[in-house]
T-cell receptor, first 112, second 114 residues
Framework: DSGVTQTPKHLITATGQRVTLRCSPR?????VYWYQQSLDQGLQFLIQ???????AKGNILERFSAQQFPDLHSELNLSSLELGDSALYFC???????????FGPGTRLLVL | GENVEQHPSTLSVQEGDSAVIKCTYS??????FPWYKQELGKGPQLIID?????GEKKDQRIAVTLNKTAKHFSLHITETQPEDSAVYFC?????????????FGKGTKLTVNP
């Protein structure tokens, strides 16, 4: 158990819908990262937050957004969902910049 | 940007044998190289990492070597056990470059046969 929690574990929804994925980092960690894992693209970095501020952006679609709240938990919002958004979404956290990233168990999203 | 290549994509060994997985990276500024193990239905779990100021690091049956000149690093697992069966990912990042994102290889599915 890494100490990173993610909810929900599974999510099934329809095209065009919007969902919110939630992540709670390890106690004391200030950085939160979001990654997408799909069969064709592998593990891809989406976005990073550090102590409430956006720190870095990867190949995150404009339909996706995220935020980190004062209690350091983070949410990833996915809107106007398409079939191709079906994937595993992982959250990772680290103490600070350049430190080891610990991954949560992931949320499996299925868009029908 | 950074690109990480990982080989082989699948690896099958007999219990007790050694397993070696190799990765190359493109960005010479990368200086942090973790390895993750992912079991079915679980998130990636860090098993070992190395920073660019060392050439080798060992933790029991697991070791990682880094060749900065050639821009490649390798994972070595000795005395493999069936519970080592999983998908292994290498990654690279440049934490001092303003972004701590990890760039991952495509993964190696390791099967250890009893």
């Amino acid at each position: 158990d890494s100490g990173v929690t993610q909810t929900p574990k599974h999510l099934i929804t329809a095209t065009g819908q919007r969902v919110t994925l939630r992540c709670s980092p390890r106690s004391g960690d200030l950085s939160v990262y979001w990654y997408q894992q799909s069969l064709d693209q592998g593990l891809q970095f989406l976005i990073q937050y550090y102590n409430g501020e956006e720190r870095a952006k990867g190949n995150i679609l404009e339909r996706f957004s995220a935020q980190q709240f004062p209690d350091l938990h983070s949410e990833l919002n996915l809107s106007s969902l398409e079939l191709g958004d079906s994937a595993l979404y992982f959250c990772a956290s680290s103490v600070g910049s350049g430190e080891t990233q610990y991954f949560g168990p992931g949320t499996r999203l299925l868009v029908l | 940007g950074e690109n990480v290549e990982q080989h082989p994509s699948t690896l099958s060994v007999q219990e007790g044998d050694s397993a070696v997985i190799k990765c190359t990276y493109s960005d010479s500024a990368s200086n942090y190289f973790p390895w993750y193990k992912q079991e079915l239905g679980k998130g990636p779990q860090l098993i070992i990492d190395i920073r660019s100021n060392v050439g080798e690091k060992k933790d029991q049956r697991i070791a990682v070597t880094l060749n900065k000149t050639a821009k490649h690093f390798s994972l070595h697992i000795t005395e493999t056990q069936p519970e080592d069966s999983a998908v292994y990912f290498c990654a690279a990042s440049n934490p001092q470059g303003g972004s701590e994102k990890l760039v991952f290889g495509k993964g190696t599915k390791l099967t250890v046969n009893p």
